[in-house]
């Protein structure tokens, strides 16, 4: 599991061990997508360069739903019409490379039961909108370039992983309204890649660009998988972001 890095909420005392009602507080939770790249200068696009000379320029994720789950004794404690409210449903198409997302990016606000929570799910999934060509059936769709010649990445299937505190420690919703930040840092998933030997991608049929993803007519399929494992590897949350 991935660890995440969530400032210290208040503590949220079992002393009872009676059922919850409906008529219980609720957190009203904002999500906000933040990445962090590098940046020429404020004015120019925002592109990340990091070793092998990897860049991006485009980072486009399709988040189908945010989900928070319960610890096991608040799962056992709430009744279903509470249970039932502990997500914000998507879909939202996000360019992480954007500046909108490089300055924090809104997803909405929630009402989430005040319970102790032991991880945070993340769904990603295919691009129903017809109207997004580059995205359209597809749930990831990055371009940028690999020393210097341009590439095309995309995965098409759903993607879910959770994130959970240091030592599965669970934390607290208690009622006081809440920012939540999902943090990509777009210059570790870079390094992660190029960890990864991702840079050995190639052009196989000489049309001049780079195709990385499932059966893509240059050879690279096998590489398409690791964009996940370098998103796993980069994503935090964080309730208290400084920059904002």
Known sequence: MKRFALLPLAALAFTSCEDVSTEDVFTEVQLVVKSSAELPTVASPAKSTVAEGIVIENFWVNISEVEFDFTDEWEDKL???????????????VNLMSQEALSGLSLGTTLIPNAAYEEVEFEFDRCLDASKQSM?????????????????????????????????????????????????????????????????????????????????????????????????????????????
Do not use: C, H
């Not at 249970?83 to 998507?90: F, H, S, V």
């Not at 309204?177 to 990509?184: A, E, G, P, Q, S």
């Open 136 to 244: 359209y059936n597809r749930s990831i769709y990055i371009t940028g370039t690999i020393a210097n010649t341009p590439f095309v990445l995309w995965y098409n299937n759903e993607v879910e992983f959770e994130i959970s505190l240091p030592n599965r420690s669970s934390f607290a919703l208690t009622g006081e309204t809440m920012k939540l930040y999902i943090d990509f840092n777009i210059a570790q998933i870079v390094s992660s890649l190029t960890t990864m030997n991702f840079s050995l991608a190639t052009d196989g049929n000489g049309d001049g660009v780079i195709e990385i993803g499932p059966n893509d007519a240059d050879g690279n399929g096998d590489l398409a998988s690791r964009i996940i494992e370098a998103l796993e590897e980069s994503v935090e949350l964080d309730d208290n972001n400084l920059d904002d």
């Open 79 to 93: 009744n279903d019409s509470i249970i039932a409210a502990q997500e914000l449903q998507g879909p939202f198409l």
